[in-house]
């Protein structure tokens, strides 16, 4: 990016990309259709020095022509943003192990940097959560695993009527500590059970703040999809949190992060005079 606009006002300053904390993946556009390449391309030049990562949800990739995957992949690399998948490998598994083994494949060949380990609508066992985990690492690409206190966590389940089942703090903690002792890098944080859908007041702050007392920050990835939500991390946990939010709240996303705007508090509750 060339010389930023009013660059007097002071704000804070990203470090440059690759980012070993404060990490930002965006959801390639899912709730609405998108002229895919021309948008992507046009917000990676606009804001691609705002974010790290882009992930391709829910399978989205499946729908797409393989060259049109190839070319958005290739355009995050020219700007220095890695790419992820969802949480699709539990869809593949449905076939079994050699269909996940192809799908590993070839997320190795169109040039993923990320592989998501997901488990929200199918139950896998640790063990084979794991195997999944090494068998990423062994391609060469980095696996990101999945933690949820939410059992059969996304898609819209409120909406279609799903019974929320929620796993005792315990399963949700003994689930981190597998995957950090297996060696991942960073752990996706489901925000179904903790944030998504529910008032402030019903929000599972103490999973939260649990899992930063206990293990820091840096090897999280929370889902922050909602304004609220990452307003609260930013304020609660800082803004060297790692984030996944949606690609259409970048820009506000960043406007806090940043100290380009925000609530009374940036402020500071003074009386600030022109004269």
Same mark, same amino acid.
């Given at each position: 990016?060339?010389?930023? *606009?009013?660059?007097?006002?002071?704000?804070?300053?990203?470090?440059?990309?690759?980012?070993?904390?404060?990490?930002?993946?965006?959801?390639?556009?899912?709730? *609405?259709?998108?002229?895919?390449?021309?948008?992507?391309?046009?917000?990676?030049?606009?804001?691609?020095?705002?974010?790290?990562?882009?992930?391709?949800?829910?399978? !989205?990739?499946?729908?797409?022509?393989?060259?049109?995957?190839?070319?958005?992949?290739?355009?995050?690399?020219?700007?220095?943003?890695?790419?992820?998948?969802?949480?699709?490998?539990?869809?593949?598994?449905?076939?079994?192990?050699?269909?996940?083994?192809?799908?590993?494949?070839?997320?190795?060949?169109?040039?993923?940097?990320?592989?998501?380990?997901?488990?929200?609508?199918?139950?896998?066992?640790?063990?084979?959560?794991?195997?999944?985990?090494?068998?990423?690492?062994?391609?060469?690409?980095k696996p990101?695993?999945?933690?949820?206190?939410?059992?059969? *966590?996304?898609?819209? !389940?409120?909406?279609v009527g799903?019974?929320?089942?929620?796993? !005792?703090?315990?399963?949700?903690?003994?689930?981190?500590?597998?995957?950090?002792?297996?060696?991942?890098?960073?752990?996706?944080?489901?925000?179904?059970?903790?944030?998504?859908?529910?008032?402030?007041?019903?929000?599972?702050?103490?999973?939260?703040?649990?899992?930063?007392?206990?293990?820091?920050?840096?090897?999280?990835?929370?889902?922050?999809?909602?304004?609220?939500v990452f307003?609260?991390?930013?304020?609660?946990?800082?803004?060297?949190?790692?984030?996944?939010?949606?690609?259409?709240?970048?820009?506000?996303?960043?406007?806090?992060?940043?100290?380009?705007?925000?609530?009374?508090?940036?402020?500071?509750?003074?009386?600030?005079?022109?004269?």
């Open positions: 990016m060339g010389k930023r *606009a009013f660059d007097f006002v002071e704000i804070y300053d990203l470090p440059k990309k690759p980012r070993k904390k404060g990490i930002t993946e965006i959801r390639v556009p899912y709730y *609405a259709a998108t002229p895919t390449i021309t948008y992507i391309s046009d917000l990676l030049d606009a804001w691609g020095d705002y974010f790290d990562g882009m992930k391709f949800a829910c399978g !989205t990739m499946r729908l797409m022509d393989r060259g049109k995957v190839k070319k958005i992949i290739d355009l995050c690399h020219d700007h220095d943003v890695y790419v992820s998948t969802g949480g699709f490998v539990e869809r593949v598994l449905v076939q079994g192990k050699k269909a996940v083994d192809r799908y590993f494949e070839g997320c190795r060949e169109l040039g993923y940097d990320v592989v998501e380990i997901s488990s929200g609508f199918v139950r896998v066992s640790m063990e084979d959560r794991l195997a999944m985990v090494e068998k990423v690492r062994d391609l060469g690409m990101k695993p999945e933690i949820s206190m939410m059992i059969g *966590a996304g898609a819209g !389940t409120h909406i799903y019974k929320t089942r929620m796993k !005792t703090m315990g399963e949700f903690f003994d689930e981190a500590k597998a995957y950090l002792k297996s060696g991942a890098e960073i752990i996706m944080v489901e925000s179904e059970g903790l944030t998504e859908d529910l008032p402030p007041n019903k929000w599972r702050l103490d999973v939260i703040r649990k899992l930063v007392k206990e293990f820091g920050y840096n090897r999280w990835m929370f889902e922050a999809a909602d304004p609220e307003k609260w991390y930013y304020k609660n946990v800082g803004r060297d949190a790692n984030l996944f939010i949606d690609h259409t709240q970048v820009v506000e996303f960043n406007a806090w992060r940043l100290g380009l705007w925000g609530d009374p508090d940036i402020w500071g509750n003074k009386v600030y005079r022109y004269r």
